[in-house]
């Protein structure tokens, strides 16, 4: 028995310091890439400014986003009605004030073609060429002024990517907002973005700006036109293209509402974890799954440990805990949520683990629409 117990001693330990040493990376990860944030613009537009709000079903939230445009230096607002079968229209109508709105009906994508990807395409035909294209979500509101003056500034070649806060107002997404954060800056930050030598590059869906000359150079969203994760999807492509990406902490000024149930979460992981886990053969996934899991949940092997009387083994998890929460808070502080939530990061990485083993298998629900992913891999 005694070998089989050091053999144990030593597999909890080694779990217990990769697992420590992936979330201290991820903080020092962390602080590189929210350090590339640039401060917004100021001052008078430079350009023209459009904004393209492509909408599903939005009455309840896209008040707030007119109200923040309203009376803006805009050109225009398009709005692109996906099918609604509520008041988004007559909502966006009655708020917006000071800037005018053109209302386009996207009646379902052509073949081949998702509806974001679509609804975003048929947005962009309507500006001009010598406007600023600011794509905005309809939950998106704040003071956007200057969102809209560094907008202006984008040049052909470039896309600009903005920061934003996320807003909870319930305590689960409490608990899950900080972990995404500090998983999308430590693992898939802006310093990966920016480095010319590794293919990964990330945007904000909610919020982006791009020239319309260049970016209907680029492929448009004809590019991505089948993608669900099509804004991570399109700065891939326009990276590889050789766009520049100038990416802004736009905390302060533009501020989009989180999820509120565990279902809301579980399926945003799915969807962005899709792209990943399909293009894997089936025992690569699988493998992948154990690593994620064990990363997001070890911690919690501290409690079963130290009630069966084992505390020296309990001590390895417990260390991972500890990183694993201090890794977390930097996403708590980033985005403005107060109280101790970064201490229950475990249950929180459970359920990402969850929403990862899952995403191959598992209908992914967006945009009110039922998407079914095909299992590929081999």
């Known amino acids: 028995m005694a070998p089989l117990k050091y053999l144990l001693y030593f597999l909890a330990w080694l779990l217990s310091a990769v697992t420590t040493g992936i979330y201290v990376y991820g903080i ?48 225009e607002v398009v709005l692109v009605d996906d099918s609604s079968s509520d008041g988004t229209v007559r909502k966006a109508e009655e708020e917006l004030k000071g800037v005018s709105l053109k209302v386009i ?5 052509p073949p081949g073609w998702l509806p974001k990807p679509h609804a975003l395409e048929l947005g962009a035909s309507r500006v001009s060429l010598s406007s600023s ?30 920061e934003p806060r996320f807003v909870c107002r319930t305590s689960l997404c409490r ?31 909610c919020c982006w700006s791009i020239d319309p000359y260049s970016f209907w150079e680029s492929g448009g ?42 279902r809301d979460f579980v399926n945003l992981i799915r969807r962005v974890s899709y792209a990943v886990a399909n293009v894997m053969s089936l025992p690569s ?3 992948f799954s154990v690593g994620v899991t064990i990363l997001m949940v070890w911690p919690l092997v501290m409690i079963p440990l130290a009630a069966l009387g084992h505390p020296l083994l309990a001590l390895g998890p417990a260390i991972t805990y500890a990183a694993q ?4 808070a930097m996403g708590q ?8 939530w970064f201490l229950a990061s475990p249950l929180a990485g459970a359920l990402v683990a969850y929403g990862f083993v899952s995403a191959r298998f598992r209908p992914i629900s967006w945009k009110g629409r039922s998407l079914r992913p095909s299992v590929t891999g081999t």
């Open 285 to 287: 996934y699988l493998a």
């Open 333 to 340: 502080r980033l985005e403005g949520i107060r109280g101790p």
């Open 28 to 75: 020092i990860k962390f602080r590189g890439s929210y350090s590339l944030l640039r401060k917004l613009e100021d001052g008078e537009v430079r350009r023209p400014v459009e904004v393209v709000v492509a909408a599903r079903n939005e009455e309840r939230r896209i008040g707030g986003l007119m109200r923040s445009l309203s009376w803006q230096p805009l050109r």
């Open 133 to 162: 294209m600011l794509f905005l979500d309809a939950d998106v509101r704040g003071d956007l002024h200057d969102v809209i003056v560094t907008a202006s500034t984008v040049r052909p070649g470039e896309l600009v990517a903005f």
């Open 221 to 262: 969203m004809a590019q991505v036109r089948d993608s669900i994760v099509e804004d991570r999807t399109l700065a891939v492509k326009l990276k590889e293209r050789g766009f520049r990406l100038r990416p802004y902490d736009a905390r302060g000024s533009l501020l989009v509402e989180s999820w509120g149930t565990a």
């Open 325 to 328: 929460a201090a890794f977390t």
């Open 105 to 109: 009906r996207a009646d379902g994508p």
């Open 175 to 205: 608990l899950t907002q900080p972990l995404l954060t500090s998983i999308v800056h430590g693992f898939f930050g802006f310093d990966r973005a920016l480095n010319p030598s590794d293919r990964h590059s990330m945007m904000f869906g």
